[in-house]
């Protein structure tokens, strides 16, 4: 099976600014969570997306935000981008409703912000 | 919330020693403790995973422990070799059959350098 993947892999935007990020899960999984990686605060849970809604959420501001499609696609975006959110970010998929508790991750979308 | 400690940050031996990297972990109710491996530039990829009804798990040169009571799980890579030198994240995370909440807790890192 084809591994997660991301588009796209690098972005530098302005301050200001939006982004949209694009995650594809593996074939089959329906849960798709985001994380923020950074050298300071390590890898943050942004949210996590099965069938279409979002069902957990963690503790970052209302310009992050993220959808799901049928397919299982999962886009993340972020509006009124700071310098601080300069990072990594990874997506990851699950099969939780197979008892399947392992969430395995894409190779992430760098995001510089100038 | 999860709160999940790890230590040490950075660790290094030489090839072929063992290498330890422990962590805790503040929720009772959390059941399901996977490894990652991050190599520079790359993705993070599960190494093992532990569930709660477990106390003890091994894939080859790679093991985890989990004691409940203390609230500490560690993993133990025996024999180490250089391509083992990467960075190692511990998590925890609260996980039903269908369901999870807050998704997976990270700790901090753990640097491993394995010189030949």
């Known amino acids: ?70 397919n299982s696609r999962s886009e993340m975006n972020v509006s009124t981008l700071e310098l601080g959110d300069s990072a990594l970010y990874l997506c990851a998929s699950s099969l939780p409703d197979r008892g399947s508790y392992e969430q395995y991750f894409g190779p992430g979308t760098r995001l510089t912000v100038t | 919330g999860e709160n999940v400690e790890q230590h040490p940050s950075t660790l290094s031996v030489q090839e072929g020693d063992s290498a330890v990297i422990k962590c805790t972990y503040s929720d009772s109710a959390s059941n399901y403790f996977p490894w990652y491996k991050q190599e520079l530039g790359k993705r993070p990829q599960l190494i093992i995973d532990i569930r709660s009804n477990v106390g003890e798990k091994k894939d080859q040169r790679i093991a985890v422990t989990l004691n409940k009571t203390a609230k500490h799980f560690s993993l133990h890579i025996t024999e180490t070799q250089p391509e083992d030198s990467a960075v190692y994240f511990c998590a925890a995370s609260i996980r039903w059959d269908g369901g999870s909440q807050g998704n997976l807790i990270f700790g901090k890192g753990t640097k491993l350098s394995v010189k030949p």
């Open chain 1, 1 to 70: 099976k084809a591994g997660v993947t991301q588009t796209p892999r690098y972005l530098i935007k302005t301050r200001g600014q939006q982004v949209t990020l694009s995650c594809s899960p593996i074939s089959g999984h329906r849960s798709v969570s985001w994380y923020q990686q950074t050298p300071g605060q390590g890898l943050q849970f942004l949210f996590e997306y099965f069938s279409e809604t979002q069902r957990n959420k963690g503790n970052f501001p209302g310009r992050f935000s993220g959808r799901q499609f049928s």
